[in-house]
């Protein structure tokens, strides 16, 4: 009789075949000691992924499903959540690398912390630096230092950080991802959550289709109790931004933060926020301009009217 599997893996393909044969060659190498069922949503990948997959598929017991479109992160991963079986889903980037045996530990330590309902590793870089995931929901004062004043001295230890990780400024915030902690919201990267949670607080947002998706999920979580945290003593490599360019991370993030504040915040602040956001990239298109050079400056132009 087959074992059911203790882990639903959830990734979201789209034109990173390479990368994604290395995430899923690391994730059997390392991770022998659990039994875990391997989904793999496509999202009408243009680049050979869909041949290797069914390639795979033939010779492993893996499930894939080849959307016709580019549903986005929510919605592709809502279909991947569907086909989950198993008491743990964990969702996971294609541009990911396990360099050692972490999920078995990580599932104990969810067993062991009942009301934990949502928890992530570290995220780090391939030198191995480490990299933001996650910090605290993106109320107005927390936006107005993201954008304005974040980068004094301990501003983050008066003002809880809604993105702690500063890497263009002298102040890097990566002291924040040392220890762990209890957050607002990680990174869609690797977030391991019980199946439950998305039971009780429904499915990832649809109108999300790439950034603040994960906020909006863990926001909806944690108003139904459950906790939502960070574990650094187990880590992973993420590359970030294989299937995306800097300009679209921004303006999305902006398009999710704006519909974060439609659905959750009183209506008297979003005008506010709008505000906030047009003086910050006002702001950085003027100094990434003169820092980075034109394209920096386009980019946070095209923020600033999008704000």
């Known amino acids: 009789m087959k074992r059911k599997s203790q882990l639903s893996i959830i990734i979201i ?6 990368l994604l044969k290395r995430c899923i060659d690391s994730l059997y190498r390392f991770n022998k000691d659990i039994t875990f069922e391997l989904i ?6 243009t680049d050979g992924s869909v041949k290797y997959l069914k390639h795979l598929i033939s010779k492993q017991n893996i499930h894939a499903i080849f959307n016709t479109e580019n549903l986005g992160f929510s919605k592709a991963n809502n279909v991947g959540v569907a ?12 541009d990911t690398e396990f360099h050692s045996s972490i999920l078995k530990d990580m ?6 912390n009942k009301k ?23 109320n107005l004062l927390r936006v107005f230092s993201w954008m304005i004043i974040q980068d004094l001295p301990f501003i983050d230890k008066l003002i809880k950080p809604f993105h702690p990780m500063k890497e263009k400024s ?11 902690k209890e957050v607002d919201w990680v990174t869609g990267a690797f977030l391991l959550a019980r199946k439950i949670v998305f039971e009780q607080a429904g499915d990832f947002d649809e109108d999300y289709f790439m950034y603040t998706e994960e906020t909006d999920l ?22 970030g931004g294989a299937s995306g360019t800097k300009e679209n991370a921004v303006l999305n993030e902006i398009k999710g933060v704006k519909l974060f504040y439609k659905k959750h915040y009183p209506p008297w602040q979003y005008p ?9 990239f006002l702001g950085r298109s003027a100094i990434f301009g003169i820092l980075e050079g034109r394209d920096s400056a386009k980019t946070y132009a095209k923020a600033f009217y999008a704000a």
Not at 117 to 128: D, R
Not at 218 to 239: A, D, E, F, N, T
């Open 13 to 18: 393909s789209y034109n990173t075949k390479t």
């Open 107 to 112: 599932l104990d330590w969810m067993e062991q």
């Open 40 to 45: 793999i949503v496509d999202n009408n990948s």
């Open 170 to 180: 002298f102040i890097k915030g990566d002291s924040f991802y040392k220890d762990k």
């Open 116 to 138: 934990v309902g949502i928890a992530t590793c570290a995220l780090k870089n391939k030198n191995g630096t480490i990299q933001g995931t996650g910090g605290y929901f993106p």
């Open 83 to 94: 086909k989950a079986t198993s008491k743990y889903v964990l969702l996971l980037n294609s």
């Open 272 to 280: 506010v926020l709008r505000l906030i956001l047009k003086i910050g």
């Open 218 to 239: 863990c926001y909806r979580v944690k108003m139904l109790g459950w906790q939502v945290w960070y574990l650094p003593k187990w880590s992973i490599v993420h590359l």
